[in-house]
């Protein structure tokens, strides 16, 4: 929260300073609330699409790599994906795309990968430095094509929560962002299920329940009105948190 307030701060001072921005789009920024306003100053500073991640050394690797949420998805489905060691996992990608696809492990490996060490930070009071490798959402979704009109990515997950599968969504900017990679190696190993075995996102700009594990498919939309209760997220819909979670 310290860090939020700053950047609500140097936002502030962002925009007093200066007189491109006249007062009433700044009032216009106000009114349309926190998050908003959170998101609009992010991008505003160029914190969005811009600037990276900090990344780290391999020193700087937590040793164990907590798992939360779910960390045993538990079906049937899985449990069998799992001990055939995911040979007949798909990654579907669908909606606003030109050629929707179904993607396998070995054709995800089969594409340019980005490896980062970066730091997670849960809401819940935790941080952990893992490095992770996979394909850029970016590269995953020039394949596919993306159709004008396309404004969100959603995220679709294997596990159940007590309301349903966890669901996710960010907007194209972390959509294809350098360092948004559909992850498949954690520490140059498969990812342990509890950290989301076979796939789960890396949107690093984002808080921790802003990258969805177990992945099953990515779909771009024009709106979140249609998804889940229509806030973008499984968190987001059933206990308030923020849709736009930037760091
Ligand atoms: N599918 C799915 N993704 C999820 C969650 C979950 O419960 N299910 N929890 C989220 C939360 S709150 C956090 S902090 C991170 C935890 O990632 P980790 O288990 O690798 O530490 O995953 C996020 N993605
Ligand atoms: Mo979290």
């Given at each position: ?57 391999s ?13 045993q ?7 069998a ?119 789960r ?40 948190y ?6």
């Open positions: 929260m310290r860090r939020r307030n700053f950047l609500v701060a140097a936002g502030a001072a962002f925009l007093a300073g200066c007189n491109k921005v006249d007062e009433s789009r700044l009032f216009g920024a106000l009114v349309d609330g926190a998050e908003n306003w959170h998101r609009g100053i992010h991008r505003a500073l160029g914190m969005g699409r811009i600037t990276m991640a900090p990344e780290y050394t020193a700087d690797i937590s040793p164990f790599f907590r798992g939360n949420g779910t960390t998805v538990g079906t049937p489905e899985y449990n994906a799992r001990d055939t060691g995911f040979v007949d996992w798909r990654l579907a990608i669908t909606g606003l795309v030109e050629t929707p696809l179904s993607l396998s492990l070995d054709d995800l490996r089969a594409l340019p990968q980005r490896t980062q060490i970066t730091r997670h930070d849960c809401v819940e009071g935790w941080s952990a430095i893992g490095e992770w490798t996979g394909p850029q959402l970016s590269e995953v979704l020039a394949l596919a094509g993306v159709k004008s009109g396309a404004r969100f990515a959603v995220f679709r997950c294997a596990d159940a929560l007590r309301s349903g599968p966890y669901y996710e969504s960010c907007d194209m900017d972390d959509a294809m962002h350098p360092q948004t990679i559909i992850a498949h190696l954690l520490n140059g190993r498969p990812l342990p299920e509890r950290n989301g075995a076979p796939l996102m890396r949107i690093e700009r984002q808080l921790g329940y802003k990258h969805p594990k177990y992945l099953t498919g990515i779909e771009l939309v024009a709106s979140l009105d249609g998804i889940g209760l229509g806030k973008g997220g499984y968190w987001e819909d059933h206990n308030g923020q849709w736009y979670a930037g760091i």
